[in-house]
């Protein structure tokens, strides 16, 4: 709302229940800036698509809880989320690679707060 940034670790998990139709992705991401903490949690659908052996791309939609901690007040709120999701694996066995994921915020609560984001990490493929 203000224009100020945040940093923060996310930790997510992702399940194909239906392959190359449907990932559904459970997450947690902590922000800390500006004499405030935020916690994140969300749940994405997201439909994948193949671009080669070593690159996938998804788009994704879904819920998010919000608890925000600002001068000394705590507030919770329901949000809305849309995702971009490009994944690198150096190779086609996909055992490990990274992401860059830009996002879009929306909060349902007092003020409507809109959030532009974007995480970069590390991918590793649990059998």
């Given at each position: ?16 229940p ?12 902590s ?8 916690w994140d ?77 974007v995480?970069v ?7």
């Amino acid at each position: 709302q203000d224009g100020s940034s945040s940093f923060g670790p996310t930790v997510a998990i992702e399940v194909t229940p239906l392959k190359d139709w449907l990932e559904i992705e459970a997450g947690v991401t902590s922000l800390f800036g500006g004499g405030q903490a935020e916690w994140d949690t969300d749940l994405l659908f997201k439909k994948p698509f193949t671009l080669s052996n070593t690159v996938e791309f998804m788009f994704g939609v879904g819920p998010e809880w919000m608890h925000k901690t600002s001068d000394g007040k705590t507030v919770d709120s329901l949000g809305g989320e849309a995702v971009l999701d490009f994944m690198f694996w150096p190779s086609p066995h996909r055992k490990f690679g990274w992401y860059l994921e830009p996002s879009y915020g929306y909060d349902f609560g007092a003020g409507h707060e809109q959030s532009l984001s974007v995480m970069v990490g590390l991918l590793i493929a649990i059998p």
